[in-house]
């Protein structure tokens, strides 16, 4: 290895010039670009000026023979390193299967290989086939979703808060919409129902108590400003205990007495009956408009197990006006969104086949004896790659569905637990792991919970096998 302590003058540096010229940069010239590749190297040369200022080592040393070389290897490392892409993925082993800063559900293969179509060439969009003339974007999955929920119109916008703030603003605008108190929910910090209603230029009322809201109260609530009774999915917590609260039906036959709108923010929306599954029962929209909604929203990421989108179900004169607002035309969404939708929502025409081909639904559904087996193949790989300072086992632990959807009930499932056995405090060695796993290429994401690090491998299917082992040696 060269001496790394630094005896070099400026004048030890070469030029830009003479530097680019070498042969050993016309692989990265051409494979970066004249313009980053001597920025990059105008950056090296200020770094090594100010180490050389500073007498700290180089990491290169100048007079040696093949010195050029040396500026060659540092700069295609530093241009690898800034080409790497910041958005990465992961192993989602914490457990949560709709994780959402993990990006929420998996799309299966029939979604991605039409996304990749979709970004290939270009698509009938807005494009009527039969008559050559101008087609509608939602016209595309519009038939699939009223097939699906029962619904006699239907629209998207870009996610599930998009459609809420558009349903308001375009029907209850400098109008009274009321809301029982036990549902004004906060999801994920930016979204608060009284604050999108503020923004959509809706008035909220609120009815009731926080666990306990009668049909009176909604009726009380109820003045010549009113446009829209509202009922929100507590999609990220429960109330227990001593609680009521106003049933769909009760709501919409209560909003049709007083010629108002019912609606219902579903979050989570699912098509199909998860309890089908063993799953926990969550109401389908099918029911929900069954039950008089006069429209629903729901997520595209979440139970549905599609891409992040926001859709809005129900009668055709209120899914017209939705429509017709400017808003609409800011939170549509894009080719790619309705590419991946479509295949998703036709996997739903097959129930039978679902758990299997519907990537969330089969990571929902797997069995704790099958993420057993991953575990136990995976620990002696493990176990070596952590050493003799942790011990893992393989064990049950308690996974969640996630993002908000079913927030209570639990998944059981299987992982690997770490534990720290050498001397002293564990808190801080597992929290050391915690990032060396998230410094992996691939990082791998786990939770720490009392004393173990805890990778849930529901998410790690057969496929990916291999490559988490891979990392490991
Ligand atoms: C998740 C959720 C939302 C927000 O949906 P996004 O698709 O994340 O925008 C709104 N309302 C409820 C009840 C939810 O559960």
Known sequence: MTQLTNQYSFRDLPSVDKLLSSPFFEALLSDYGHSLVSQTVRDMLNDLRQQIRHQAPLGIDLKADDSINQFAELTKQRLQQGSQSALRSVFNLTGIVLHTNLGRALLPDEAVEAVVEAMRNPMNLEYDLATGGRGDRDDLIEGLLCELTGAEAATIVNNNAAAVLLMLNALAHEKE??????????????????????????????????????????????????????????????????????????????????????????GSGTLVDFSKWGLPEEVTVRETIEAGADLVTFSGDKLLGGPQAGLIVGRTDLIAKIKKNPLKRALRVGKITLAALEPILQLYRRPELLAEKLTTLRLFTR??????????????????????????????????????????????????????????????????????????????????????????LRCLEESQKAQFLAQLR
């Not at 009774?229 to 009760?250: P, Q, R």
């Not at 002293?424 to 410094?439: K, M, P, T, Y």
């Not at 786990?446 to 805890?454: F, M, N, T, V």
């Open 177 to 266: 919409v009321v809301v029982s108190r036990g549902e004004l929910i906060e999801i994920g910090g930016a979204f608060r129902i009284p604050d999108v209603m503020t923004r959509a230029n809706t008035r909220l009322v609120e009815v009731g108590t926080t666990n306990r809201t009668h049909l009176r109260d909604y009726e009380e609530g109820i003045t010549e400003n009113t446009a829209m009774l509202m009922k929100v999915h507590t999609s990220n917590y429960k109330i227990t205990g001593f609680t009521k609260e106003v049933d769909i039906a009760e709501l919409s036959a209560l909003a049709k007495k007083h010629g108002l709108m019912a609606t219902v923010d579903l």
């Open 367 to 456: 069995s704790q004896a099958d993420i057993s087996r991953t575990a136990n193949e995976l620990l002696p790989s493990l176990q070596q790659w952590l050493g003799e300072q942790f011990k893992v086992r393989a064990e049950t632990m308690m996974g969640q569905i996630g993002s908000g959807a079913m927030p209570v009930e639990q998944l059981p499932s299987y992982g690997l637990a770490i534990r720290y056995v050498g001397d002293g405090r564990s808190g801080r060695h597992l929290n050391a792991l915690e990032e060396r796993l998230r410094q992996l290429p691939k990082p791998v994401i786990g939770r720490i919970s009392d004393d173990a690090l805890l990778l849930d």
